[in-house]
């Protein structure tokens, strides 16, 4: 470790301050292998990974560990030169990119209350109660939601055909619940709105029928519903599809398969949610645990 912050001083020129933020780093870094049992030259791409959530759970900026990974690929790098490593495990770490902030999402109380909200005695309200529905069912990004199509939604199966970001297509399963309301939209709400009309899209505005929900129109929804149910937070359309990626983390499911079902091209992306579940973890465990 001296023999790098030597070059970083020597060889790189770094300021003062870059060399001693670098040597905390790496501090940091040796702490992590030592309760591991490990040497530092010893540690994988899985143990560096480790090293980084670890910072995240301990709350530090996304700054903080964007350096904390710069100087661990450095350091890497450095003693691949010098031959104490034969391949780098750090070439290609990063920290996931999602992690520039938590994500903020609701209880399943608080989903509940919301849910509950739309007047479904209204062909408005059944409309969006099974806006609201799919979203928390599907996780899907609004865009997507309001740009479905009625043939993309096969309720018989439990599942429909997205189109995400670079019209990539993807199925995601939809919950019974959830089919249910889709179900009792298109008998009792879609045609109420539409009238005599037409329109490509499966959710319709309620004004002037034909017309495709909007992002903007279903945002304008959803705090409504979010003022009556008495959240206090800031709701958007992206606190629904962490509650949904979180709730499912929270019953077991895997973090590939919300990937899956998520759109995400990379799986650093869904990691975040990781990150939350292990500070949840952390509280617990402190809590509940009689010598924690």
């Known amino acids: 470790m001296s023999a790098y912050l030597t070059h970083l001083t020597v060889e790189r020129r770094l300021a003062a301050n870059s060399v001693a933020s670098y040597e905390r780093d790496l501090r940091l870094l040796a702490g992590f292998a030592a309760r591991r049992g490990r040497r530092l030259d010893a540690l994988t791409r899985q143990d560096l990974e480790g090293f980084v959530r670890d910072l995240m759970s301990d709350g530090r900026s996304p700054r903080s560990v964007a350096r904390a990974v710069a100087c661990c690929r450095g350091f890497y790098r450095f003693l691949a030169i010098e031959g104490r490593v034969t391949v780098s495990p750090a070439d290609d770490l990063r920290p996931p990119r999602a992690w520039k902030a938590l994500p903020r999402y609701l209880s399943t109380d608080e989903v ?3 849910l509950a909200q739309p007047d479904v005695a209204t062909p408005r309200g059944i409309r969006d109660r099974a806006l609201l529905e799919l979203l928390y069912a599907t996780g899907m990004r609004v865009s997507e939601l309001v740009g479905l199509r009625p043939g993309d939604v096969d309720l018989d199966a439990s599942y429909l055909t997205c189109t995400g970001k670079g019209d990539k297509q993807r199925i995601v399963p ?33 004004r002037g029928g034909g017309a495709g929900l909007t992002r903007v129109g279903f945002w304008k929804i959803l705090k409504a519903y979010a003022r009556l149910a008495g959240l206090k937070a800031a709701i958007s359309p992206h606190v629904l599809r962490h509650s949904f990626a979180t709730h499912l983390l929270e019953r077991g499911a895997d973090l590939r398969a919300i990937q899956m079902m998520l759109g995400h091209a990379d799986l650093s992306t869904t990691q975040i949610y990781t990150h939350v579940l292990e500070r949840r973890m952390r509280a617990v465990y402190d809590r509940f645990h009689p010598r924690a």
């Open 112 to 114: 509940d209350r919301l």
């Open 174 to 206: 939809i919950g019974d619940e959830a089919a249910a309301w889709v179900r009792r939209y298109l008998r009792d709400g879609r045609p109420a709105l539409l009238r005599t009309r037409r329109s490509p899209r499966l959710f319709v505005n309620a």
